[in-house]
C-alpha cells in the first residue's frame, strides 16, 4: 500500500474530491496536529491530528476495503436517498460505515444479487467504466420458456431504443423457466429490455458474478471482504491481464 498523504486522507474519510482537498490545502484551511498544512503530499498517519476548517477528520487507514453485499430486492443501488428509503449502505457493518464507500456496478431496486462496495476509486472507475467490458452473469427467470429462435436472437444482439445489443450469452438454469445470463455491457435494465423485446418477461433476476468475483453462497442481505486473492484477480482484470 501507498503511503497516506494529507491529500488521500481527506479524500478517503469523503471530504472531497482530490482537486477540491487540494485546493482546501493551498487556501490553508487544513491543518495536522495544530499546524497548517503547507504541502497536500505530506505524509501522516492514524495517530495525527488532521482537520479541516477547524473540524476533525478522521484519520483513515491506508487500507482499500473490499466487500461483497448479495442485495435484496426493494434495496436502492445508492449511498444516499433524499426519500429515505433503504439504501446498500444501511447494510454495511458499522466497521466500515464512516469509509467512502462506491458501488462497482448498480443493481434496480427490483434486482437482487452480487454488489461490489469499495474505497478502491482506481478499481471502481476501471470495472464501471462503459468500455471496460467485464462479464457479468446473472439467474433469470421468465414468465415461459424462450424459443430456439428468441435465444437465437437474444445471443446475436437485440435491437433496443438506445441501439443494438452485444452479443451475450444464454445457458438453461437447473430448473427451467431459471436461465444464465452474461453481457459484458451495462445498460440500465438491460437483461430486461432484452427479453420484454422478444416477447417475455423477467419474473426475477440476480446477479450472481462480476469478473472473476461470484456470489458463491452469500445469503441476501450479507455482506462479506474479500479475500486477498480475490481482490488480486479483480485488479489483473481490470489491467487487462497484464500484472
Known amino acids: 500500500m501507498t503511503e497516506l498523504t494529507i491529500l488521500k486522507a481527506l479524500v478517503l474519510a469523503g471530504c472531497g474530491s482530490r482537486r477540491a482537498m487540494a485546493d482546501a490545502v493551498r487556501a490553508g484551511r487544513v491543518s495536522l496536529n495544530d499546524t497548517p498544512v503547507e504541502s497536500f503530499t505530506q505524509p501522516l498517519d492514524s495517530s ?43 447494510l454495511v457493518p458499522s466497521e466500515f460505515k464512516g469509509r467512502p464507500l462506491h458501488m462497482a456496478g448498480r443493481l434496480d431496486i427490483d434486482s437482487s444479487g452480487l454488489v461490489l ?22 439467474l433469470v427467470t421468465l414468465d415461459h420458456p ?10 446475436s444482439g437485440v435491437e433496443l431504443a438506445d441501439g443494438r445489443t452485444a452479443p451475450a450469452k444464454l445457458r438453461d438454469g437447473t430448473h427451467p423457466p431459471d436461465y444464465y445470463v452474461v453481457i459484458h455491457e451495462g445498460r440500465k435494465r438491460q437483461i430486461r429490455r432484452m427479453f420484454a423485446q422478444l416477447g417475455y ?43
Not at 476548517?53 to 449511498?79: E, H, I, M
Request: glycine share 8%; hydrophobic share 30%.
Open 48 to 90: 495525527d491530528t488532521l482537520a479541516l476548517d477547524g473540524r476533525p477528520v478522521r484519520v483513515p487507514d491506508n487500507k482499500f476495503v473490499y466487500l461483497a453485499l448479495n442485495k435484496p430486492v426493494g434495496v436502492l443501488s445508492t449511498t444516499y436517498d433524499e426519500r429515505g428509503r433503504r439504501t446498500v449502505i444501511d
Open 146 to 155: 424462450p424459443t430456439d429462435a428468441a435465444r437465437r436472437l437474444f445471443e
Open 201 to 243: 418477461r423477467v419474473l426475477e433476476l440476480k446477479r450472481v458474478r462480476i469478473g472473476s468475483l461470484r456470489l458463491g453462497n452469500l445469503t441476501e442481505g450479507q455482506i462479506r471482504v474479500l479475500t486477498t486473492n480475490e481482490v488480486a484477480e479483480l485488479k489483473r482484470e481490470a489491467s487487462g491481464g497484464n500484472e
Open 117 to 138: 462496495l469499495t474505497d478502491d476509486g482506481a478499481l471502481t472507475q476501471t470495472l464501471t467504466h462503459p468500455g471496460s467490458e467485464k462479464e457479468k452473469e446473472y
